[in-house]
């Protein structure tokens, strides 16, 4: 309605927004008992609110489809940032859920003869049931069609229009369904589909067909924050992560920016949350979807000055490389508008091809991730997402990749190291780490204090890597450890060193093989938590002793009796020989 008032309506509105919009965190009218904590797992809300918890996302999944092995990957990558916060010993919040509204949605619940309710209950509860299943420990999970959610997207709204940067206006484009997005001319090219022969437009970015649409709606001045998105970047070179999708934002921005239409006719999109006093338009699905981080931190409910305590400014949103715009662009351009903070990082990962091709369900292609955690395993599928999985680069996925890294990495590597150090009855591992506990002893040998050396850089190569978003680095690096420590052994080998009656040397190989055990055990954690915890258990580790601060050397000496039976024979180790392996 604003572009109908001219210039003197829009100064007056503008002015307007200046002096209202600052404090605008918090909803006056909405009734206070509609409190979000109803989705959260926790009692999270009633934490000290003066520290900000870190708080971490991965995006809100449509539900137009079953799940792909690439939800279970962001579930997953997410889950570790979040584990690797609380094994520091900070208060940490993951979110999850499903994005419910738009046209995509309507289409799919009109192709199997469903009401758009029924077809979102159904396949939001397999997205949660993914996460329950992968072990995913997040605190919230939302769904767009959840009712505070529509109350924190109308607020978030009608502070918008009140900001001034709404107006509204005939438009027209190439839209793309698919990706709910429209696209300039210059991103849109003429394609054969390989099926059927016939020609269609396409995005150049995604492949997706994209069809001329005409219509009047909302549009959000996007194009005035231009100079303040470049100079945000400009400031914070490591907003969005890798640089080269930063670098491909910034020229989206440089040389596409265009204002966002965010509102479609209700009569073209019914199945979403209406605009505020004009029900003949519904709000743009990536706006609502966006809303959800705020919403679960508990916008626009908490008091002033608790406007942190759900932990807003989100420390990561994490994505996939093909959603970057919508979260590095559109997003912080809206908090902008309203002077809002802005989120502290983007993860953007790659894709999982097969046989390097996109995975896509008319080609046939497609991972069922549900299969997956049957087949190999939850640990064992989280540790070779996140080891193989790529932040830069796409990943293949290949079920030999899955075999080759289990049996290098952790059933010949991990398993077997810690059979070597507590399956014997050469030494009494107890005895062990009480005599050499506090380690205020030479080393033995030069080969021990290489040992020694490389166990201590271990947790701050490890922390580095975590902070540089960059997991599946902060992994190889503690599986490195494991590596190297199987050679440690294989070159002391200390089982002959009893026989020679070489007792103090044996304590020490034995004993920094046994640190290492625990050290990675510890540090595993957040990648592998079930396995991780066993390990623990077998080394004798108390569960009070497992946080980040003992994951250091000479650190712990009340290990070495072991918390759980060790058992005989290859089935019963830590990692077993795989049933199948093709």
Known sequence: ???????????????????????????????????????????????????????VTTPIFYVNASPHVGHLYSMVLADVLKRWQVLQGREAI??????????????????????????????SETFRDLAKKANISNDAFIRTTDPEHKRAVEYFWERLRDSGYIYETKHEGWYCVSDETYYP?????????????????????????????????????????????????????????????????????????????????????????????????????????????????GYPMLPPGSEH????????????????????????ALLMALDLPLPKRILSHGHWLMSRQKMSKSVGNVVNPFFALDRWG????????????????DSDYDNKF????????????????LNRVTRTSKWDLRKIVASLAGGHFPPNSEKILLQRRHLGLLPDHTTTWMELLLPNKALAEIIECVFTTNKFLQHTAPWDKVDQGKTEEVGQI????????????????????????????????????????????????????????????AQSSLFPPLPVED
């Open 510 to 569: 034995v004993y920094y093989a046994a640190e290492s055990l625990r050290i990675v055990g510890i540090l595993l954690q957040p990648f592998m938590p079930e396995k991780a915890s066993e390990l623990l258990n077998r080394l004798g580790v108390s569960p009070n002793r497992r946080t980040m601060r003992y994951a250091k050397l000479h650190m712990d000496y009340t290990y070495g009796t072991p918390l759980m039976p060790l058992g005989k024979g």
């Open 1 to 55: 309605m604003k572009g109908r008032w001219g210039t003197l309506g829009q100064q007056l509105l503008t002015a307007r927004a200046r002096r209202t919009v600052r404090n605008g965190w918090v909803c006056q009218s909405c009734s206070r008992d509609q409190v979000r904590g109803k989705r959260f797992s926790s009692s999270l809300v009633a934490h000290n609110t003066k520290t900000k918890p870190y708080y």
């Open 94 to 123: 993951l979110s999850t859920g499903t994005d419910e509204h738009g046209m995509k949605v309507q289409r799919a619940a009109e192709l199997k003869d469903l009401q758009p309710q029924a077809l979102c209950d159904t396949n």
């Open 309 to 332: 305590a759900g932990g807003w400014p989100a420390d990561v949103h994490v994505v996939g490389k093909d959603i970057v715009r919508f979260h590095s662009i559109y997003w912080p």
């Open 402 to 417: 899955i075999v080759e890294i289990y049996k290098k990495g952790l059933q010949k590597g991990l398993g077997n190291l």
């Open 185 to 297: 001319e210059s991103m849109v090219e003429k394609r054969v589909s390989s099926l059927t022969g016939k020609t269609f437009m396409a995005s150049i970015e995604t492949g997706n067909a994209v069809e001329w649409t005409e219509e009047r709606n909302y549009h959000f001045r996007l194009t005035a924050f231009r100079d303040r998105l470049l100079e945000f970047y400009s400031e914070n070179p490591d907003w969005v992560f890798p640089d080269a999708r930063f670098r491909e934002v910034i020229d989206w921005v440089e040389n596409n920016l265009e204002d966002l239409s965010i509102s479609r006719p209700a009569s073209r999109l019914s199945w979403g949350i209406p605009v505020p006093d004009d029900p003949s338009q519904t709000i743009y699905v990536w706006v609502d979807a966006l809303i959800n981080y705020m919403t679960v931190a």
């Open 378 to 393: 939850v640990d064992n599928m989280r540790y070779f997402l996140i080891y193989h999985g790529g932040i830069i680069d």
